[in-house]
Nanobody
Framework: QVHLVESGGGLVQTGESLRLSCAAS????????MGWYRQVPGKQRELVAR???????TYADSGKGRFTISRDNAKNTVSLEMNSLKPEDTGVYYC?????????????WGQGTLVTVSS
């Protein structure tokens, strides 16, 4: 079974930066897309940033120019560098990865890490 462990959330002020990290452990035969999602109370989980296995990154409009996603395939990790944070970036951030084990495609979620941006 593959487990995801997230770190890096916290309380910051407007304009500050945070770096979120997510590490996957367990059997992964082929790592596919890795990404970050955000959820706030009463709303659906939404994409923040995603990177394919080939390195193509996709960002939500809200984070373009401020957020940078990166991955280390050798270490099965994905990170999200968040700069110039705004109060509307507040939420629980979840790591998501897609991978193959044998012939089965699986998606896993991390437990979530809380980011709070104060005004």
């Amino acid at each position: 079974q593959v487990h995801l462990v997230e770190s890096g959330g916290g309380l910051v002020q407007t304009g500050e930066s945070l770096r979120l990290s997510c590490a996957a452990s367990g059997r992964i035969d082929k790592l596919n897309a890795m990404g970050w999602y955000r959820q706030v109370p009463g709303k659906q989980r939404e994409l923040v940033a995603r990177m394919t296995s080939g390195g193509t990154a996709t960002y939500a409009d809200s984070g373009k120019g401020r957020f940078t996603i990166s991955r280390d395939n050798a270490k099965n990790t994905v990170s999200l560098e968040m700069n110039s944070l705004k109060p509307e970036d507040t939420g629980v951030y979840y790591c998501n990865i897609g991978f193959v084990v044998g012939t089965e495609y699986v998606e896993n979620w991390g437990q979530g890490t809380l980011v709070t941006v104060s005004s």
